[in-house]
């Protein structure tokens, strides 16, 4: 048996898997915490990292590896091989402000043509202006920028601070993939190109940013002095590119994840420019494209109304079943933590529809779930108009194996649900890539279904959702 190892560094843990690279059937596994915030240290990535392979039994029985991360994240080098300062992440919403005078300097239009994106707080672009701008010192030195998956190959090749790590800061080596330079707002999906222009125009001049590998690309070997020596390491992956590999998504299928943050997207053969910012056209891990739509609140939304409710998620589920779709009215928009999708980063949540009749706990359990669904959905529409035909929803995330969540999310958005098994959808797409690389071709590894399901669709939730969203003042 051929095992291959795949990671997935998320905002809050990292995930190890190691795998059969002919089936794909998980072997072992381990995990990691992260530490909380939006601006983290990435040598606590590092130290995670090295943790959760020690939970999934090390590396000494594994024939590839690769690492698939949270996009977006800012990870600034200097010429030494440091880290200038702690990473922002992309639920960092400080360079807002950034991202807008960027748009207003290249235009909306112009970067949608030249990087399939239009810049918003999450990407890499707006948060070195923020830096250039807040913090002219730190931008002074850095050397070279990169994302946190890159980060993390680079040290696992062996690379990092002068004097601290086997093979030096040769920041030369920095590698990334195309899905995951999709997210920086400097580099084109339909070019295959980075624009330093607008590299220059974020920090205010150059510096080096890593080499874009090709899907199937071996970047090198393992060399850091914690782990076996000589591992072939793969290009890796943005999360969410990395989680279609895992899924097995096709031309069709649209993917919800619901997890700190709720993201929809769908695998593309074209690339998609949308001017009005709603939908990222992101590169794909495998040559194709994936655009996106994010929200920033998702299953955090379940987690303060549980609390709120006093319940547990199982009692968060039986309360909203227990309601008619549209929660006799009762409508929460669910913007706890601001909103990316719609722009709205100084937004806050709002529950409107209150009357006597429909002030209960199981209506506020609904609502809950349905807003969380209603902002997705719009997101889904944004896509659509982009030239999707969906024919089914892969839901997944925590939230998805909710006993409430699938049918709610069926009869919200229209269409067929599928929940597949539990897993670890990222680590196991960038494990996929991993045995991918060892025989050059992508292998076709079955999906375990835990349920499905078809409601009819409930039109008159979204139109209750999207009525109040224009009542707030800030809509």
Request: hydrophobic residues 45%; negative net charge.
């Amino acid at each position: 048996m051929t095992l291959v190892a795949g990671v997935d560094s998320s905002t809050q843990s990292c995930k190890v898997v190691v795998v059969d690279a002919d089936t794909g059937a998980v072997v072992r596994e381990g995990r990691a915490p992260h530490p909380d915030g939006t601006s983290v240290d990435p040598t606590a990535w590092w130290d995670a990292l090295l943790a959760a392979i020690a939970d999934a039994g090390g590396l000494g029985d594994v024939a590839a590896i690769a690492v698939a991360g949270q996009q977006h994240g800012m990870v600034a080098l200097d010429a030494d091989g440091r880290v200038v300062r702690d990473a922002l992440l992309w639920n960092d919403t400080r360079s807002a402000a950034a991202a807008a005078a960027l748009v207003d300097e290249v235009g909306a239009d112009e970067y949608a043509r030249r990087t399939g994106v239009v810049p918003v707080a999450s990407f890499t672009a707006t948060k070195l202006r923020w830096m250039r701008d807040h913090e002219p010192e730190s931008a002074d030195r850095v050397a070279a920028v990169c994302l946190p998956h890159d980060w993390l190959t680079w040290r696992l090749r062996g690379h990092g601070p002068a004097g601290e790590s086997p093979l030096g800061p040769d920041l030369d080596a920095l590698t990334t993939d195309r899905s995951d330079a999709s997210g920086t707002a400097y580099w084109s999906p339909t070019t295959g190109q980075y624009d330093l222009e607008l590299l220059e125009r974020a920090l205010g001049r150059r510096v080096r940013v890593p080499r874009v590998l090709e899907p199937l690309e071996t970047v090198g070997a393992t060399g850091a002095s914690e782990l076996p020596a000589g591992i072939p390491i793969g290009a890796g992956a943005g999360d969410n590119a990395a989680a279609a590999l895992g899924l097995g998504a096709a031309e069709g299928d649209v993917v919800i994840s619901l997890g700190t943050s709720g993201t929809v997207f769908a695998v593309t053969p074209e690339p998609v420019r949308d001017a009005s910012g709603t939908v990222a056209g992101f590169a794909s891990a495998d040559g194709a494209f994936l655009p996106l739509v994010a929200t920033l609140n998702a299953a955090r939304v379940l987690d303060v109304t549980a609390a709120l409710l006093g319940v547990n998620h199982d009692g968060l589920a039986d309360l909203a079943r227990a309601a008619a779709p549209g929660a006799d009215g009762l409508v929460l928009l669910p913007y706890f933590e601001g909103e990316r999708t719609p722009n709205l980063p100084d937004a806050t949540a709002s529950l409107g529809g209150m009357t006597l009749a429909s002030t209960t706990r199981e209506n506020l359990a609904r609502a809950a779930i349905e807003g969380m669904l209603c902002g997705l959905a719009d997101g889904l529409d944004a896509i659509v108009r982009q030239g999707l035909r969906p024919r089914r929803l892969l839901l997944v995330g925590g939230a998805a194996r909710s006993r409430a969540v699938p049918g709610i999310a069926s009869e919200v958005l229209g269409l067929p649900v599928v929940v597949p098994e539990p897993g670890e959808y990222v680590a196991r797409g960038a494990a996929r890539q991993a045995a991918g690389m060892l025989v050059g071709a992508m292998p076709e590894w079955p999906l375990t279904e835990h349920a499905s399901v078809e409601h009819p669709a409930a039109p008159h939730v979204r139109a209750a959702y999207a009525a109040e969203a224009a009542r707030r003042t800030w809509a």
